[in-house]
């Protein structure tokens, strides 16, 4: 069982420096490609609104998605080391717990790494905590939009359906009469 942990852990650790590596490469290429200062730069006078259907909508839809499996994987490698940490720690095996400490410490610095990468502030050190909260957050927030599934926009509260879709709201008159068959919601 030992055996299986270490593995899954310098996994993990290899994952991870692979994943950070491309990432830095790629924010590499991204900076040959800075636009000009604001100097340097034509004036905008106006800026009008896209009126009609956007071109580029189903690209933009796959480059969103194109994001999740990264973010998967790092959440798995998050959770798994703090959880194999703590069962190491708990079975009294200091020393696989401590490469599981490794893994979980690298995953939050190779956000502060990245961050900085693209030209981010220096995070202080009262602060560094912070890089390990996107995950712990996404566990109350994916409960609540299990129990309660809704979206609130512009001063109004829309229900959604398992779909994440909007729900689909029965007329008033539909609700009042029994004879329509539909039930109130």
Known sequence: MITIVTVVLVGLLAQLAHAHRRAVRRLGSRQEQRP??????PPVTVIRPVKGVDVEQEANFRAALDTALPFVIRATSYFASLALGVA???TGHPWIAGLAGLVFVLEGLHYVSLH????????PLRLL???WMPYLTTIPIGLSMLVRPELDWRGHTYRLDGSARLRTVVPEAEQSTPSSGSVPR
């Not at 000009?36 to 730069?41: C, D, K, N, Q, R």
């Not at 900085?116 to 995070?123: L, Q, W």
């Open 116 to 123: 900085r990468r693209v030209g981010g502030a220096r995070v």
């Open 129 to 131: 905590w912070m890089a």
């Open 88 to 90: 190491m720690l708990a």
């Open 36 to 41: 000009l200062p604001l100097a340097h730069s």
